[in-house]
């Protein structure tokens, strides 16, 4: 199967070396070109760990170009996916399945009401997480894949072409998928955006001073881990709220590292004990605070002021990262927006249908 994808960092790159590996054809886009200079000067791509080799991935220079195959997968920063779902919208067909990996923000309920605009309804997957996990080696053009989950949760808009979708994700990567119900579901299982901001505030200073730290090694401590599992608690009220039963972080660790411990510090440390701990960030401009602010704790904050849940703990982190970095990561997303007003009996048939579907349409 021909798979484009939109995005050339680490985890669009083990994507591509793991779609190669297994035989279909990948093609990659990145729209500031950069992330391709080394494939285009045909320089292979080289994959260590999880995944071993070189690949040669083909590589589109826009998104028309990208559009030529009839599966598309999102693998860049939120940040990134209002601008590309733009480019890509254009050239996208009923034929079209996309997959945002992983997703945040509402993203999936955005390109539907692009798509929506030009009558067009298309297969769109969201995905919980990403299904790698994967950093550079230092050259241009390799990269360290660290992990390969085994299982993500995923859904669709709209929810009759599940069916489908699950074939060709199963398809394109193994069985590694539980359907769920709707992307509200998704949107409230991802547990990077608390997990991220919770372990970056309590080590700020070594970010910004660039240090050399163990992220596993700082969140084994009984103070970061009590932090990251009071942020899950309200996470895990909002989902009760709508009804949604999400994976736990406990969850999270047993389902992506087989790590089975009664608390967040006992699985870090059972992780650091078995080899695991990536070095954290060194910079202010790290995804886990200008991703997972605005587009992960935002999002939150906005469906529990909606279903009328306090997350003061949530709410409180924002306030505090926007303090210390001079930002308004508010403002910092471009997806929310742009979704007009969400209406609590609306919703379900919204996340269900998408916006072709007169009963579910609302006016912004």
Known sequence: MD??????????????????????????????????????????????????????????????????VDVILLALPAYGHRRVIDALVPYIEARHTLIISGHLSLAALYLARKLADRGIQIPIVAWSTTLTTSKPRGEPNQYLVRAIREKIDMATIPATS?????????????????????????????????????????????????????????????TVGGYIEAMDGERLAVANAYGKTVRTILD?????????????????AKLVENGGDPTGPGDLETRWITEDAPFGLVPTIYLADLAGVPVPLHK?????????????????????????????????????????????????
């Open 162 to 222: 599940t069916n489908q979708a699950l074939e060709t994700c199963v398809a394109l990567f193994g069985n590694r998928f539980n359907v769920k119900d709707d992307i509200l579901t998704i949107a409230l299982s991802n547990i990077n955006p608390q997990n991220h901001l919770a372990i970056a505030l309590c080590n700020l200073t070594r970010i910004e001073r660039g240090e050399n730290w163990g992220q596993n090694t700082m969140a084994a401590t009984s």
């Open 3 to 68: 798979v484009g994808i939109a995005g050339a960092g680490n985890i669009a790159m083990a994507y591509a070396a793991l779609l190669e590996l297994d035989g279909h054809k990948a093609k990659v886009w990145s729209p500031s070109g950069r992330g391709t200079e080394a494939l285009t000067a045909g320089r292979a791509l080289n994959i260590e760990g999880k995944i071993e080799g070189d690949f040669y991935p083909k590589v589109a220079t826009s998104a028309k170009e990208l559009a030529e």
């Open 252 to 268: 999270h660790y047993r389902l992506s590292f087989g790590v089975e411990e009664m608390s967040v510090a006992a699985a870090s």
């Open 316 to 364: 409180s982190s924002l306030t505090i990262i926007n303090a210390c970095c001079g930002r308004d990561f508010a403002a910092a997303n471009d997806i929310l927006p742009e979704l007009g007003l969400l209406d609590l009996k609306a919703l379900p048939a919204l996340l269900k249908g998408g916006y072709l579907h007169r009963s579910a349409r609302y006016d912004s």
